[in-house]
């Protein structure tokens, strides 16, 4: 099977998914703003955030953000998992539901 050699960075998002991607980014910007060596990091996230908040149907991103908001979507999603199977019931209650948020947001739109 030929791997094909244009692939579309843009997606359709809702409201509610523009939100969590919002505040996602605006996490990992704060998360990162201590520390140098996240610079270019912290560039592609601020760029995210301007395409989340232009209003338009469609946002457009580029490979680089793409892979950095995927990569650090499946750490997220995976550390939201951990902390579902374990620790008290509040605290799972409230990362399980947090947890599907994400995981639909990975599969829905940024699965390959």
Same mark, same amino acid.
């Given at each position: *099977?030929? =791997?094909?050699?244009?692939?579309?960075?843009? %997606? &359709?998002?809702?409201? #509610?998914?523009?939100?969590? !991607? $919002? $505040? %996602?980014? #605006?996490? *990992?910007?704060? &998360?990162?703003?201590?520390?140098?060596?996240? /610079?270019?990091? *912290? =560039?592609?996230?601020?760029?995210?955030?301007?395409? !989340? @908040?232009? /209003?338009?149907?469609?946002?457009?991103?580029?490979?680089?953000?793409? $892979? =950095?908001?995927? %990569?650090?979507?499946?750490? @997220?999603? $995976?550390? *939201?998992? @951990? =902390?579902?199977?374990? /620790?008290?019931?509040?605290?799972?209650? %409230?990362?399980?539901?947090?947890?599907?948020?994400?995981?639909?947001?990975? &599969?829905?739109?940024?699965?390959?």
């Amino acid at each position: *099977m030929a =791997k094909s050699l244009f692939k579309n960075y843009t %997606f &359709q998002l809702d409201k #509610n998914e523009r939100k969590i !991607l $919002t $505040t %996602f980014c #605006n996490t *990992m910007i704060k &998360q990162m703003s201590t520390d140098d060596r996240f /610079g270019s990091d *912290m =560039k592609s996230f601020n760029s995210i955030v301007d395409k !989340l @908040n232009s /209003g338009e149907d469609e946002v457009k991103f580029t490979k680089d953000e793409k $892979t =950095k908001l995927v %990569f650090r979507l499946k750490e @997220n999603v $995976t550390h *939201m998992k @951990n =902390k579902a199977s374990k /620790g008290f019931f509040l605290i799972r209650w %409230f990362y399980k539901s947090a947890y599907s948020q994400y995981d639909n947001l990975l &599969q829905n739109h940024f699965t390959d």
